[in-house]
């Protein structure tokens, strides 16, 4: 079934938070911001509204959250989000290098 872009937020929210705190713990994502300073701070209103799933996010919002969970905030809107192994975006000198180590691996397993 197909997710809008709200349900993927609050979905991977949801899980980033039982990754991190063993429950969905709205107040505690709340608190643990304030302590990182004003300008990193997100309200338990705009938590509580990507919970409802009932307006628009602010980008500014999914920024301090992403940056919370060390995530990139494209990462936020993947659906079904893997939150031990999100995924990344490689440039060309990465992906250069990651194609040569799978290479040598390959090699290196048929012998």
């Known amino acids: 079934m197909f997710?809008?872009?709200r349900e993927i937020i609050w979905h991977n929210l949801k899980a980033l938070m039982v990754h991190k705190y063993?429950?969905?713990n709205l107040y505690k994502l709340n608190q643990e911001s304030k302590l990182k300073g004003?300008?990193?701070?997100?309200?338990l209103g705009s938590l509580t509204r990507i919970k409802a799933q009932d307006t628009d996010i602010r980008i500014s919002v999914l920024d301090k959250i992403s940056e919370h969970?060390?995530?990139?905030?494209?990462?936020l809107m993947i659906e079904n989000l893997d939150v031990?192994?999100?995924p990344v975006f490689l440039?060309?000198?990465?992906q250069a290098f990651f194609d040569k180590m799978k290479n040598a691996y390959k090699?290196?397993?048929g012998q």
């Not at 969970?69 to 990462?75: N, Y």
Request: aromatic share 10%; charged share 30%; with cysteine.
């Open 107 to 109: 090699e290196l397993a």
């Open 69 to 75: 969970f060390e995530l990139f905030t494209w990462q």
């Open 3 to 5: 997710m809008n872009t």
């Open 91 to 94: 440039n060309s000198k990465q």
């Open 38 to 43: 004003k300008d990193k701070e997100i309200s």
């Open 22 to 24: 063993g429950c969905e």
């Open 84 to 86: 031990t192994n999100p």
